[in-house]
């Protein structure tokens, strides 16, 4: 766990963050009908570079892309290709830039034309549950209160909260400890200090919460089929409560 003590690593997290905020606002404008996952690569690595950053994810473990697309019942890391987006797909965008020797990292769900209703709940309801993971996310408190909250507020509007991924710490290393689960008691686990930085990363299903992995060994659907949405945010504690890097 590394807790950022200057001004410096603040600000050059700030300006991660920030690139990594732009990105997505890029990508939200290009989503629409008859779009390929793999030209919204090309724009969100095009963007990153063009900054003086590079995408995180890019050779990270073998990941062979810039950002993780991942479509309907896929919960992450969705391989971009040739794949073609339909009226009424959601998909969830995740984008890491490194820049000054640190990373940013964000998640957003996004519906493709005109969605369900249903759909368009799940995409709620993971924004909020967000919300309340990161309102949690205060000094002195827990790392098990921002769990318990985001996994509270997802169970009473009556989604799935997956398990088997969660969110970390993020800094000088694209992945620090802590882990942070979406689901957890209370008032458990280290005491949140200023200067920590989280990714704070529900993911919603309409279904059951479990998972399995795809013969290509990165993109994670859920068990049972039923959409999945994805938001996440770099989340810093500073002294005064949390501050969202990743918004404009």
Known sequence: MIVL???RAIAAMRKAGRIVAE??????EAIRPGVSTLELDQLAEDY????GAAPSFKGYRGYPKSICASINEEVVHGI???????????????????????????????????????????????AGALEAGISAAVPGGRLGDISHSIQS????????VV??????GIGTQMHEDPQVPNFGLPNRGPRLKPGLVLAIEPMLTMG??????LEDNWTVVTLDGSLCAHFEDTVAILGDGPEVLTRL
């Open 80 to 126: 971009p290709g040739e794949r073609r987006l339909k009226e009424g797909d959601i998909i969830s965008i995740d984008v890491g830039a490194y820049i000054d020797g640190y990373h940013g990292d964000a998640t957003r769900t996004y519906g493709v034309g005109e969605i369900s209703p249903e759909a368009q709940r799940l995409i709620e309801a993971t």
């Open 163 to 168: 398990r088997d991924f969660v969110g970390h």
């Open 48 to 51: 990153l570079r063009s900054c």
């Open 23 to 28: 990105v997505q606002a890029k990508i939200a």
């Open 5 to 7: 003590k200057s001004d």
């Open 208 to 213: 059951d919460y479990r998972v399995r992995i």
């Open 153 to 160: 507020f997802a169970e009473a509007a009556g989604y799935g």
